[in-house]
């Protein structure tokens, strides 16, 4: 019945057996028929057709029906009535059209149960056979089954498009019918997951681009949409699987072409409806995403925000620290500066091997105090403390010596200058404490090393906010010229010193290496050692006649603020500083001395007038002061390590060493204990005056009257106001040399001693002009003698027979040794800055900025006061010197190794110490004192 729905089956049909009945039957789009979209269409056909072919049977006088018969539920028993009728018509027509066709509904055959004649009607209207009921109800039927897509709709067009096929078009028809639903449906699935491809997408780079700052909670949600994403890709994903399969099935349905076509038509019907309601979870699932799509984005703007707050606080509190981090630098060096700017170290080698039963001159030693035993002028065994910042006996080791000076190198990053050299006799273990033993072990590393070690290990640990660059030089100052040790060719070109440099190298012509291990150094090290060693005779160990300057620049800058810091350390290993009779030595050993004489002076000067603040300090003196102008004084922090011999034989050159370290030291003390121990000073001595009169007065003897400083010794030994004293003076300790006597009976000796420390013009060299600076008896004494004008410091090496030393004839063999157990192959020691690249280096301003139109060689210029050369060398500006000042000086007096009388120095002759075999000075007992500068 279906079939005829759309009445094209009817219509043909009528025309067939009465042509023209029908003018226009409305065909075709079959195809569509089964589509929503083609349901108008249907409809169309239907009322057109059906009405048509109702209008023709009727004018023909046939049995019509009801366009509702047609529908379900309608009589259908009329409209097979009405086939009849017209099969019959035909029939009647066919045999010839004789006589008049009448039709009973008995005529037909059984099974049609219809028995009903009928003689045409022609007035019968279509209007009237088409109610408008029946019309209505198909219309609501047509937009139900359009708008919710109902299988019996479809049925009805698939039906309809099927009716009027022959049994061997349908296959085909269906087949065709099969392959468009199923490209629509592919279509529409295809158009649905590049949707959710899209929402996946989305989700996936908004999930990505989030990633690192999201918070818990945006992750779970930003999960919860994936799984929702994945969940509707999987249901797509199951929907095309599935459609395969009944796309397989109605192919399977194709080939079984006996099946009933209708039942086919169903089974596609309910495939439909499957996919609708497929298509509307789709749908569904994906609005769903859509809003959490839109949740998840306003989560994640709201944690953009928050993230963007957090950075803030972030880069405050970065600042902030920045801040804190500058602070605790100038703290840690306001420390430094509080423990003095120079500092002095003295350090004891221990006996050789084989030395054991050797007598020592070190009576006692504690952390800041050693003890030497010497004797009083009349023979007997005396004891003279000598006060530094610190002491190390024998068995302390390298990396103990080490970590007292390390703070000194963190300076050095920070922007300050550090000079740190060792003073000493020859073979008292300067080179020791400097660079090592011969035979190098970790542990035997000397302060070289472990500094340049540390300034490695430092930098490294400040990457994140400074940057620093490492670069040495290494030089030697010998005769009072400057080599440079690293030079490719020996080092032996004259180099000239600029002390106005503004990038802080003093010696812009010597090569300068970037370093950033502590093998570069090493390597280096033994090329310098090498190239010292080269100008060595049998005769003379260079070492010991030459300076060597090992120069660490240092160039750090800040990656916050761009500030740039600058900081050098110069690590010295000074020449012997043993003098001897100048009539003992002749030709270059003369000349060597003399050399090395007038440099150790010029640096006792340099810290003379930088202690008592000389508004001028003689940097130009000596090489050697110029080298190191920039990292003595002022903002800078010097550390000397005073080396002594333990051996009782070099007992002269010990005292006189400790005494040049004392006032080195009593340097370091500054202006404030001076001021203090004045006080003190002056009421002591005002208290022995009044003492000494008393007792002159009491026992009228004139040993004792006042003047008499025998009487007055002997009954002062016991004095309350001396126990005082005593402990007064043990407040000035490194200001004070105690001489204690070792008997009752050398009281005398004793005062005496303690006349010389309360004697005000011992506290004068702070203040006042050098020629009175650290002037006492023995300095009196041996100025009488006139002796130490004579006296030159040389190398003797005859005069230390059992020193552990380097003995001249293997000096040689020994830095070999040395070498050999460093560098097995010295032509790799650059591996990375080739002796070549060190010679086309040799401006040396890899990273520093060249300044040298600025400069002027030190010769030529005025000496720079200690105040201008102290200027904190941090700076934004690679420029930040040239602001610098050169106060104008007053010419000073010339010195010079020919006037050396006149020259005020530190060093003390040893000539005292030598002229008596008891290390007592004849020349003490005369009486006579020294008004001069030296002793
Ligand atoms: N603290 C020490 N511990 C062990 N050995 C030491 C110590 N100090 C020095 N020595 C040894 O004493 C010897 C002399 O030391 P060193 O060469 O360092 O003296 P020096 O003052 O540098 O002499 P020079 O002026 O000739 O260079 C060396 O063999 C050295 O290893």
């Not at 349901?39 to 019509?64: C, D, H, K, W």
């Not at 032996?492 to 003093?506: A, D, F, Q, V």
């Not at 020193?803 to 050999?820: A, M």
């Not at 040239?882 to 040893?910: D, F, G, M, N």
Request: charged fraction near 25%.
């Amino acid at each position: 019945m279906h079939g005829l729905r759309s009445g094209i089956i009817l219509c043909n049909v009528l025309n067939k057996v009465q042509p023209g009945s029908v003018p226009k039957v409305v065909e075709g789009a079959c195809d569509s028929v089964i589509l929503s979209d083609g349901a108008a269409f249907s409809a169309y056909q239907y009322f057109e057709n059906v009405r048509n072919f109702r209008v023709a049977i009727q004018e023909m006088g046939l049995p019509t029906f009801e366009t509702s018969d047609l529908e379900q539920g309608g009589k259908s028993s009329r409209v097979v009535n009405c086939v009849l009728a017209l099969k019959s018509y035909s029939e009647w027509k066919q045999s010839g059209g004789i006589g008049t066709w009448k039709y009973s509904a008995n005529s037909k055959p059984a099974g049609f149960g219809i028995a009903k004649s009928f003689s045409r009607k022609r007035s019968e209207s279509m209007n009237s056979s088409f109610s408008e009921k029946s019309l209505d109800s198909f219309c609501s039927d047509q937009s139900d089954s359009i708008e919710a897509g109902s299988v019996s709709s479809f049925g009805i067009l698939v039906r309809a498009a099927l009716s009027d096929k022959k049994q061997e078009e349908i296959p085909m028809i269906v087949e065709s019918m099969i392959n468009k639903l199923s490209e629509e449906l592919e279509s529409r699935l295809a158009t649905h997951k590049e949707l959710i491809k899209i929402t996946a997408k989305a989700m996936e780079e908004s999930a990505t681009g989030h990633s690192l700052s999201q918070t818990a909670s945006c992750d779970d949600k930003a999960e919860g949409v994936e799984v929702k994403a994945s969940s509707a890709e999987e249901m797509v994903g199951d929907e095309s699987s599935s459609i395969e399969s009944e796309r397989k099935e109605l192919y399977d349905y194709k080939s079984d072409a006996n099946e009933e076509p209708m039942q086919h038509v169903l089974k596609l019907h309910a495939l439909v409806e499957q996919k609708r309601r497929d298509i509307q979870e789709l749908k569904h699932c994906l609005c769903s995403t859509k809003t959490c799509m839109q949740v998840l984005q306003m989560t994640y703007q709201e944690d953009v925000f928050n993230l963007g707050k957090h950075l803030c606080s972030l880069a405050n509190a970065a600042s902030g620290y920045q801040r804190v981090l500058e602070e605790n630098r100038k703290l840690y060096n306001q420390v430094q500066d509080l423990k003095g700017n120079i500092r002095v170290y003295c350090r004891v080698r221990p006996f050789k091997p084989g030395q054991s039963n050797t007598l020592s001159s070190v009576d006692h030693m504690d952390e800041r105090t050693i003890t030497i035993l010497t004797h009083s002028k009349n023979g007997k065994e005396a004891r003279k403390a000598f006060t530094f910042n610190k002491v190390f006996g024998p068995s302390v080791t390298q990396a103990e010596v080490f970590s007292d000076m390390q703070p000194l190198v963190r300076s050095v990053l920070d922007g300050y200058n550090v000079c740190i050299f060792a003073y000493g006799q020859t073979g008292s273990g300067k080179t020791h404490t400097m660079t090592g033993p011969k035979e190098l072990t970790e542990e035997g590393l000397g302060v070289n090393y472990r500094a340049l070690s540390d300034l490695f290990h430092i930098s490294n640990q400040r990457k994140e906010t400074i940057s620093y660059d490492i670069s040495v030089q290494m030089l030697e100052i010998y005769n009072e010229q400057v080599r440079d040790l690293l030079s490719a060719d020996g080092g032996n070109k004259r180099l000239e010193i600029r002390n106005s440099s503004h990038n802080g190298i003093n010696v812009p012509d010597a090569n300068l290496v970037p370093v950033s291990l502590t093998s570069d150094v090493i390597n280096l090290m033994n090329i310098g050692h090498k190239n010292r060693s080269v100008c060595s005779t049998a005769l003379n160990d260079r070492s010991s006649r030459s300076h060597s300057c090992l120069t660490v620049h240092v160039q750090g800058r800040d990656l916050t603020s761009g500030n740039i810091l600058r900081g050098s350390m110069h690590l010295v290993d000074l020449a012997g500083s043993e003098r001897v009779d100048k009539s003992e030595v002749v030709g270059n050993r003369l000349k060597e001395a003399q050399h090395i004489n007038k440099s150790l002076s010029a640096l006792g000067d340099v810290i003379s007038s930088l202690a008592s603040r000389s508004s001028h300090v003689p940097y130009r003196n000596s090489k050697l002061t110029q080298l190191l102008q920039d990292s003595l004084g002022g903002q800078a922090k010097t550390l000397m390590f005073v080396h002594i011999a333990p051996e009782y034989e070099a007992l002269g050159e010990t005292i006189s060493t400790l005494k040049f370290a004392e006032r080195v030291a009593t340097v370091e003390l500054g202006a404030a204990k001076v001021n203090k121990d004045s006080g003190e000073v002056k009421e002591l001595k005002e208290q022995i005056a009044s003492l000494k009169a008393a007792l002159a007065r009491k026992e009228g003897d004139p040993e004792n009257l006042p003047g008499s400083p025998e009487r007055n010794r002997s009954k002062l030994g016991s004095s309350p106001s001396l126990l005082k004293w005593k402990s007064l003076s043990d407040l000035s300790c490194s200001t004070v040399n105690t001489e204690y006597e070792s008997s009752s009976t050398s009281r005398r000796d004793s005062l005496e001693s303690r006349e010389t420390l309360v004697t005000p013009s011992h506290w004068q060299p702070l203040g006042s002009p050098l020629s009175s600076s650290f002037t006492n008896e023995d300095d009196r004494d041996s100025e009488a003698s006139g002796d130490w004008v004579d006296k030159v410091m040389v190398n003797k090496h005859d005069n230390m027979s059992t020193r552990p030393g380097k003995e001249v004839s293997n000096g040689q063999k020994l830095s070999d040794k040395f070498y050999q157990s460093y560098i097995p192959d010295p032509t790799k020691i650059y591996p990375e800055h080739s002796l070549n690249k060190m010679t086309t280096n040799r401006k040396g301003n890899r990273d520093f900025d060249d300044d040298s139109d600025r400069e002027s060689v030190t010769s030529d210029c005025s000496e720079s006061d200690s105040v201008s050369s102290s200027i904190p060398k941090i700076t934004s500006s690679p420029n930040m010197f040239a602001s610098k000042q050169k106060k104008p000086q007053p010419k000073t007096t010339a010195k010079s190794t020919e006037i050396r009388s006149s020259i005020p120095s530190l060093i003390p002759s040893p000539s005292s110490m030598r002229k008596s075999p008891s290390g007592v000075n004849p020349n003490l007992q005369k009486g006579k004192r020294k008004t001069g500068l030296s002793k």
